[in-house]
């Protein structure tokens, strides 16, 4: 019923930019949150920013400064900009939305498949 399909994952050098996006479709009624997690083998999913729907940002403090999460109502989508990457940053990115389907009162937590970034030089 609704798909999140992330894209601008890769490779990067160390104090390189990527800009990260996910694109929400579907059958889709409203989107509250959205937010860009992250993931590396062996350890827990961790917040990277949330965005809720009129804007505020939230954001893992150790991250503050570096990365920019934003979002765009009318195309359904969440972008995360990175600045000065660095080795500590690949992970597997995750993005999440809170997504309230058509004919539903009920609200729902949705998942993307992942994006790979990698800082490597």
């Known amino acids: 019923q609704v798909q999140l399909v992330e894209s601008g994952g890769g490779l990067v050098q160390p104090g390189g930019s990527l800009r990260l996006s996910c694109a929400a479709s579907?059958?889709?009624?409203?989107?509250?949150?959205m937010g860009w997690y992250r993931q590396v083998p062996g350890k827990e999913r961790e917040m990277v920013a949330r965005?809720?729907?009129?804007?505020?940002?939230n954001y893992a403090d150790s991250l503050k400064g570096r990365f920019t999460i934003s979002r765009d109502n009318v195309r359904n989508t969440v972008y995360l900009q990175m600045h000065s990457l660095k080795p500590e940053d690949t992970a597997v990115y995750y993005c999440?939305?809170?997504?309230?389907?058509?004919?539903?009162?009920?609200?729902?937590?949705?998942w993307g498949q992942g994006t790979q970034v990698t800082v490597s030089s």
């Open positions: 965005i809720t729907s009129d804007g505020s940002t």
């Open positions: 999440n939305a809170e997504i309230r389907i058509r004919n539903s009162y009920l609200t729902n937590d949705y």
């Open positions: 579907g059958r889709i009624f409203a989107i509250n949150d």
